[in-house]
């Protein structure tokens, strides 16, 4: 059995492979991402965003993404973990 998550988190305590989509990494590639946010929003926004998609990137047995681009983007973030990422 396999668990798939649309969101870029993984929740539960699923016991089998667990597989997640990740769009980009829009969020830490691109500081002004959470633009319209007071500063200790923004702040507070990149850590919780930062510290869910590195726990799920860590947790799953496969990152799903959706193009070329965005795999080459995720990869320059993520090189020990490439063995993980499909499109």
């Not at 059995?1 to 089998?16: E, H, I, M, Q, V």
């Amino acid at each position: 059995d396999a668990y798939l998550n649309t969101s870029p988190y993984l929740r539960g305590n699923w016991k089998g492979a667990k597989f997640f989509f990740l769009h980009d990494l829009l969020a830490v590639s691109h500081p002004d991402h959470f633009h319209g946010m007071s500063p200790f929003k923004k702040k507070i926004a990149r850590i919780f965003f930062k510290f869910f998609t590195w726990r799920s990137i860590r947790k799953a047995r496969g990152i799903l993404t959706i193009s070329e681009y965005s795999k080459k983007q995720i990869s320059d973030y993520i090189m020990e973990y490439m063995h993980k990422l499909f499109l």
